[in-house]
């Protein structure tokens, strides 16, 4: 058990880079994974880490949230002592990627870090998909008397990686400058890209509440940029796989990594599992129609047509001489027969008539609206 840390889950980012699929949830909220949110990879890989208190920064729009939590059974979080806890965010607006971890937050919830008496508090970004265990990273903070631990991951060259931020350490992994990418040199190599996750003693982080809470929304991070002096900060690096959502093009590629088998081997078949609201399907049929080939379908959908390179999600029908290729099919979609879908994401409650085609690209993949009917 990690009863010496709490956790907390920023999952109020919005963003208008889904095209529809984050309209009315947060990226948190977003289905992924035949049967997940994906809220669920940080909120599994906190209670796999004996996290018993674990509070969820919510946005406006925070209905699809509550729906999916409830009171955090899926998750072993409806106990008398600590569980889920839901905070409401301080921002109403579009949260940008610089405040991700805005301590106006932080102050709007200043009663759930005060009632605690763990000695830590374990922050990430509930908009990555990634399972990881934080116990040898609390060792690590605990070992070095870190006021701050930042987890990080050693990359050689992230050029594919166009913004966040990059740590600079010492020998002893102790931070000795926080940067953002957007303001290296081009062609620089980076060797650690901090990943939103963090460690930080609880005194610290109230202290940093009680100082900072005046001034607008204010990144935790800019804060520990500029008291590199006084606070000690340091990084500790992680192997697992990160996945961050932020646009369309990232979710369509993240759930395609599905597709891999290894990609699924770290995220779903190592020893923590990732848990989700429970829902008693029975199993998909497959009728003597259907072929299906490297896809992932989850229980409860009919399928009759031809299922390649695909995403299926609960209760969807797929009806004979359908084409399914390349596509992300959310919840209790009908797809009549013959119509076709490639490099498409059909949001949940879609119906597609028959000999309709649906063509998106690779880059660009076209996305249905909710209970849209075509």
């Known amino acids: 058990m990690m009863s010496n840390a709490i956790g907390i889950i920023y999952a109020n980012s919005a963003t208008d880079n889904l095209q529809g699929l984050a309209l009315k949830r947060p990226i948190a909220a977003v289905p992924f994974g035949g049967r997940y949110r994906i809220l669920d990879f940080a909120l599994s890989s906190m209670v796999n880490s004996g996290i018993r208190t674990i509070g969820v920064v919510t946005p406006h729009h925070y209905r699809p949230l509550l729906d999916h939590l409830g009171a955090g059974k899926a998750w072993f979080l409806d106990r008398k002592d600590g569980g889920l806890f839901i905070l409401p965010g301080a921002n109403h607006g579009l949260s940008g990627n610089n405040h991700t971890f805005c301590v106006k937050d932080l102050q709007t919830n200043l009663e759930y870090l005060q009632n605690d008496f763990a000695e830590n508090v374990i922050i990430c970004s509930g908009e990555q998909i990634f399972n990881v265990n934080f116990k040898n990273v609390l060792e690590f903070h605990n070992d070095k008397q870190a006021d701050v631990t930042l987890i990080y991951k050693g990359i050689a060259n992230s050029g594919d990686q166009t913004d966040g931020i990059v740590l600079e350490m010492d020998e002893g992994q102790k931070v000795s400058n926080i940067l953002d990418k957007k303001a290296l040199e081009r062609g620089m190599l980076v060797q650690s890209h901090f990943v939103n996750m963090l460690i930080i003693r609880r005194k610290i982080l109230l202290d940093i509440v009680e100082r900072y809470s005046t001034i607008g929304c204010i990144n935790l991070i800019d804060i520990f940029a500029s008291n590199l002096e006084v606070l000690k900060i340091y990084g500790s690096p992680t192997c697992s796989l990160i996945g961050t959502i932020r646009t369309l093009k990232e979710y369509f590629d993240r759930s395609m990594d599905l597709l891999n088998l290894e990609v699924r081997g770290k995220l779903w078949l190592g020893a923590d599992q ?67 879908t490639d490099y498409a994401v059909l949001d949940k409650s879609v119906t597609v008539n028959g000999k309709n085609v649906l063509k998106g690209s690779l880059n660009n993949p076209l996305v249905v609206l909710k209970r849209t009917v075509i």
């Open 274 to 340: 990732i848990h989700t609201k429970i829902k008693d399907n029975p199993p998909t049929q497959y009728t003597s129609q259907a072929e299906v080939s490297n896809s992932l379908i989850a229980s409860g959908c009919s399928i009759s047509g031809e299922v390649v390179n695909s995403i299926i999600f609960r209760g969807v029908i797929v009806e004979q001489g359908c084409k399914i290729k390349n596509s992300i099919i959310l919840p209790k979609c009908h797809i009549h027969a013959q119509a076709q």
